[in-house]
Nanobody, 115 residues
């Protein structure tokens, strides 16, 4: 069992930056594929970024060049650095840990981009 706790969300003006963190409990964090997802009001949850165990990353097109996912296995933590934020980035952001058929979700952290 893995428990995930996100933090770092908040209110930011367009063009601003935030860094989200997701800390995982338990051991063997390095074996998990870690992902950040988001869900805006009235919309389906969508994948934002993934980082694989070897450090390879993928992003949804709408955040490429603005967001960076990274992980620190020694701290059981995955990060999402978000720059040049836009109002359309407003959503609840969730992290997910995946290992084979097992997946675990955090509770989410709200990001609001507004002037």
């Amino acid at each position: 069992q893995v428990q995930l706790v996100e933090s770092g969300g908040g209110l930011v003006q367009p063009g601003g930056s935030l860094r989200l963190s997701c800390v995982a409990s338990g051991s063997n964090f390095s074996i998990y594929v870690m992902g950040w997802y988001r869900q805006a009001p009235g919309k389906q949850r969508e994948l934002v970024a993934v980082i694989y165990t070897a450090g390879i990353t993928t992003y949804v097109d709408s955040v490429k060049g603005r967001f960076t996912i990274s992980r620190d296995n020694a701290k059981n933590t995955v990060y999402l650095q978000m720059n040049s934020l836009k109002p359309e980035d407003t959503a609840v952001y969730f992290c997910k840990a995946t290992w084979g058929p097992r997946e675990y979700w955090g509770q989410g952290t709200q990001v609001t981009v507004s002037s």
